[in-house]
T-cell receptor, first 116, second 117 residues
């Protein structure tokens, strides 16, 4: 049963610390998304990649957030330095997009981040 | 601009009654439409999608959705609600096309469904 995995599931850190979240997309998927969910803002798209290339990261605060895909099996989202307002649940999702076909996105379980 | 709206923050239904969660969209051209469900402390799970063809789409857990092009709506329905259906439901739309930002899903704010025994 193929799933998107995310680590860590929970992270508590202090303001100013670096946070790294990891995602393993489903094997064969060519598109990876990072979302942030908060009560106030709902689900926000932060960044996404296709075939490991970043296509859009306009949803991310550029000064502190960075997203990368070092290889096809790993996507990372880093926050440096972290701030209390970054507290949220961060979701990774993967999917397959090719030509005229588009399959649904599959979401990971999320990383719940708390910045004190 | 592309958008999707879920006009109800919360829907309350008695167990056994039919339920409807509303969604309207605005995109250029014909859309791809999706419904996802999120249970507490979980990621979003795919329920169903409309790409083309029959306007009534059947999905997981007995849910179905009706695509109405003239009303630009894609309401989620279930004939008989279960307490276990209580969750957060998201409607999403993607514009057809390939490349650039056209592959994104645009999610609604979500509707909390509460099914009481």
């Amino acid at each position: 049963d193929a799933r998107v995995t995310q680590t860590p599931r929970h992270k508590v850190t202090e303001m100013g610390q670096e946070v790294t979240m990891r995602c393993q997309p489903i094997l064969g998927h060519n598109t990876v998304f990072w979302y942030r969910q908060t009560m106030m803002q709902g689900l926000e798209l932060l960044a996404y990649f296709r075939n490991r290339a970043p296509l859009d990261d306009s949803g991310m605060p550029k000064d502190r957030f960075s997203a990368e895909m070092p290889d096809a099996t790993l996507a990372t989202l880093k926050i440096q330095p972290s701030e209390p307002r970054d507290s949220a649940v961060y979701f990774c999702a993967s999917g397959f997009l090719a030509g005229g076909s588009y399959n649904e996105q599959f979401f990971g379980p999320g990383t719940r981040l708390t910045v004190l | 601009a592309q958008s999707v709206a879920q006009p109800e923050d919360q829907v309350n239904v008695a167990e056994g009654n039919p339920l409807t969660v509303k969604c309207t969209y605005s995109v250029s051209g014909n859309p791809y439409l999706f419904w996802y469900v999120q249970y507490p402390n979980r990621g979003l799970q795919f329920l169903l999608k409309y790409i083309t063809g029959d306007n009534l789409v059947k999905g997981s857990y007995g849910f179905e959705a009706e695509f109405n092009k003239s009303q630009t709506s894609f309401h989620l329905k279930k004939p008989s609600a279960l307490v276990s259906d209580s969750a957060l439901y998201f409607c999403a739309v993607r514009d057809r096309g390939y490349g650039g930002s056209q592959g994104n899903l645009i999610f609604g704010k979500g509707t909390k469904l509460s099914v009481k025994p």
